[in-house]
């Protein structure tokens, strides 16, 4: 008998079973009068389309990855939600991922044993829905289970404002959106609005990812890796300012606004810009009161070392300085803890290895040369 947990996981067909699942098969324990609203099925993968109003436009290869192996431990542990088409085939409601997660599960298998495991997956079939609370379920669905990005947020906004303009007959507001989706903060929605309309390479540099355009039609989801892990996220009201210097580069010198913008924005990632930072340089270029070099500076912290460069300590921003002093405070505390909790044999034995670098002890690797002068 299979235990309680295989039940509730939704597992793939076993290799027990020996024919093909071209066609939907019914879950036995849904197979009643009751089920004519929704219905469990196992789907084969061929037969799922794209939901058009999915508003996640890749999936991030490192996570993707995370859920095939929790699909190899656990099962499935949450079916997928499709609804029928007069085809024969089903368009997801929810569920691009765990999908692509069983398209990558089925390319790799070896044998077709293994292989009709992941040709068909748990979906629950629901009625046929319009296009707005399509739109709207979609993008609800998507940012409870995991926060969209700017880019796919302002997309799936913005397709809910037309369709919801169509049927109301005039421009839908951002406070009838927010309504729709169920968000407070109607501002935001409005702002979002302004970033869908901004130039490819802001969204690009806010993501950290080349958009995608054109999808394959049995690309449901595209993959791809993540370029900026471990680097500070763009809010939307940097991405805005971003967008602002754009314009005004593409007004002065057009034929190179793309590159400016480019490396104004690798700048601040790599450097942590507060949005103060960004939104006070931004502010100078357009006004005319800086040269469009970049500052030099004053900090790095990243990758395990301090370096503070005093020679620029004089120019560098008010919030660089606060920063600084804040991340010295903390190790001037750990140092002092580190020495009253210290025995005169370990200051000893510590005094020997100076030198080494222990990887379990970060403050120690970050601060053997916490200055360095630079002229």
Excluded: C
Excluded at 222 to 233: C, L, M
Excluded at 254 to 267: F, G, L, V, W, Y
């Amino acid at each position: 008998m299979a235990d309680s947990k295989v039940k509730l996981s939704f597992p793939s067909p076993t290799n027990d079973v020996a024919e093909d699942r071209t066609e939907p098969q019914a879950h036995p324990e849904r197979d009643s009068a009751d089920a004519s609203a929704e219905q469990l099925l196992f789907v084969p993968i061929h037969l799922l389309e794209r939901n058009p109003s999915q508003p996640r436009s890749t999936a991030d290869e490192e996570k993707l990855e995370e859920l095939i192996s929790t699909i190899l431990r656990d099962g499935l542990i949450q079916p997928i939600a499709v609804w029928p088409k007069a085809d024969g085939t089903y368009q997801i409601v929810a569920g691009h991922r765990r999908v692509a997660a069983f398209q990558r599960l089925y390319e790799r298998a070896q044998g077709i044993d293994e292989q009709r495991r992941y040709q068909a997956i748990p979906a629950i079939v629901r009625p046929a829905l319009d296009d707005l609370k399509m739109a709207t379920n979609a993008f609800i669905e998507n940012d409870k289970r995991e926060k969209l990005n700017l880019v796919d947020e302002a997309s799936a906004l913005t397709r809910i404002r037309d369709i919801l303009s169509a049927r109301l007959g005039h421009e839908a507001s951002a406070k009838e959106v927010a309504d729709a989706v169920g968000k407070r903060d109607e501002q935001r929605v409005g702002r979002l609005f302004r970033f869908h309309g901004a130039p490819d390479v802001v969204k690009e540099g806010v993501v950290g990812q080349r958009l995608v355009t054109k999808k394959n039609d049995g690309d449901l989801l595209p993959v791809v890796k993540t370029q900026t892990k471990g680097q500070k996220a763009i809010g939307l009201h940097a991405a805005l300012e971003f967008s602002r210097v754009h314009e005004h580069f593409a007004v002065s010198t057009p034929s190179k606004a793309d590159k400016k913008t480019k490396r104004i924005i690798e700048r601040a990632r790599e450097e942590s810009w507060s949005f103060r930072r960004i939104q006070g340089y931004v502010k100078a270029i357009i006004s005319g009161q800086t040269s469009r070099r970049f500052p030099s500076a004053a900090v790095s912290d990243e990758q395990g070392r301090l370096t503070v460069y005093l020679s620029r300590l004089p120019s560098a921003p008010a919030d660089i300085r606060a920063q600084l002093r804040l991340r010295l405070k903390s190790i001037l505390e750990e140092l002092d803890r580190m020495a009253a909790t210290s025995t005169a044999a370990d200051a000893a034995g510590q005094s020997s290895t100076d030198d080494a670098v222990n990887a379990d002890e970060p403050y120690m690797q970050s601060y053997h040369q916490p200055y360095q002068q630079v002229y």
